[in-house]
């Protein structure tokens, strides 16, 4: 799929905020920023609490040289996506995890942190204000990026004293240049997502910018991502660069267990919650490297991710080749998946909120 960039949206403040769907070409959506009309934000007083909060015109934003955010790193992104269902519903999907897990790295980060409630209309309020940017069903999803970071001034190393909340959103299709093909991973045995005590149980924005070299070199290489190794022994498989990592092994499915290192995706906790209803066993442990063969298929979850198969891992130069294609368990977990999201099969389990 080809990525739009920086789609301009120069109906914004017209009568076309009106109109059903916005004037994007659906059919070869990527992972790019399309601009959309509104975002939304609120800063936190000093004692913690946020503001009301308000929504603006999408655009940029102002800060101090000296915020937190700048200089220090006190940032945090969630990832979760709008759905629109074939019957015109806007669907979220288990948002109050999101905001449960902003609050969490908040503590680890030493930040002000906005109440469930507040994340929740903050979300709410970007949605509706960019419902145009909402797909059609089938097209993808409105893309949401809750972010919260120190906007207030410190210059010695301390916590800032104000932070800020802001969602803003983008319609997206497929994560990967591939598309919904198979993933070719690369195991990365130099350089470590996460480290014991750290922050890679968190999604704070320093976990991302230490592994883009990484990712650049396998890239550069042909493959679509990097599978990182835990940085204490170089043993045991941990995740994907923006994903969690699942091994298919007849009836059982495996996983490695978040210890720390790895990040609790959303989209994982429900793939195994769905493994375990449909008779799979499921198990969450430690993953030695050398497991990889034992597999028959692979796959990564994430929110911007999906459900997406692997064909090959690379580790040591040799490579793996996994089953992809229909009928596999992936596929299945996929769909069972990606039914309950946008409305097309029943939720049973009350993880879908219409907005
Ligand atoms: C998500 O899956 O939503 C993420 O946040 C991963 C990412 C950094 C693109």
């Known amino acids: 799929a080809s990525v739009v960039e920086e789609h301009v949206s120069e109906m914004v403040g017209t009568e076309r905020e009106y109109e059903e769907y916005a004037d994007v070409d659906w059919d070869n959506l990527g992972f790019g920023l399309v601009r959309t009309d509104y975002m939304f934000a609120t800063k936190s007083y000093r004692e913690g609490n946020f503001q009301e909060g308000c929504l603006s015109r999408y655009g940029n934003i102002e800060l101090n040289p000296a915020a937190g955010i700048l200089n220090y790193g006190q940032g945090l992104i969630e990832g979760m996506k709008a759905y629109r269902g074939e019957d015109g519903r806007i669907l979220l999907f288990r948002p109050e995890l999101n905001a449960m897990r902003m609050k969490e790295g908040a503590e680890r980060m030493c930040m002000h942190s906005p109440s469930v409630q507040q994340f929740m ?15 059609p069903p089938g097209k993808g999803s409105l893309y949401l990026r809750p972010l919260l970071f120190g906007s207030g001034p410190s210059l010695g190393v301390s916590a800032a004293l104000e932070y800020t909340f802001l969602v803003f959103g983008s319609p997206v299709q497929n994560y990967f240049k591939e598309g919904t093909g198979a993933l070719n991973l690369y195991v990365e045995e130099v350089i470590p997502r996460a480290y014991r005590g750290g922050t890679g149980a968190v999604k704070a924005i320093s976990n991302y910018g230490p592994v883009l070299e990484a990712m650049r070199r396998a890239k550069a290489r042909g ?21 969690n990592i699942f091994l298919v092994k007849g009836n059982t499915i495996v996983t490695p267990a978040t210890n720390g290192t790895i990040l609790g995706g ?37 929110t911007a991710t999906g ?34 999201q946008t409305g097309s099969i029943q939720d049973t389990k009350d993880w879908v909120l219409q907005i």
């Not at 970007?126 to 419902?131: D, F, I, K, W």
């Not at 022994?233 to 923006?242: C, D, F, M």
């Not at 994982?268 to 799979?280: N, P, Q, T, W």
């Open 307 to 340: 459900v997406a198969s692997v064909g090959s891992i690379t580790f040591h130069n040799s490579r793996i080749e996994y089953n992809v294609g229909d009928g596999i368990v992936t596929q299945q977990l996929r769909s069972m998946l990606v039914g309950i």
């Open 121 to 135: 209309e903050g979300v709410k309020q970007t949605v509706l204000a960019n419902r145009r940017w909402v797909p």
């Open 266 to 302: 959303i989209t994982r906790k429900s793939v195994i919650e769905i493994a375990l209803d449909l008779g799979y066993k499921v198990e969450e442990r430690n993953v030695p490297v050398e497991e990889l063969k034992e597999a028959e298929e692979v796959f990564c979850t994430g």
């Open 223 to 243: 493959f679509s991502d990097v599978l990182y190794l835990d940085a204490e022994t170089k043993k045991n498989i941990e995740e994907v660069s923006a994903s």
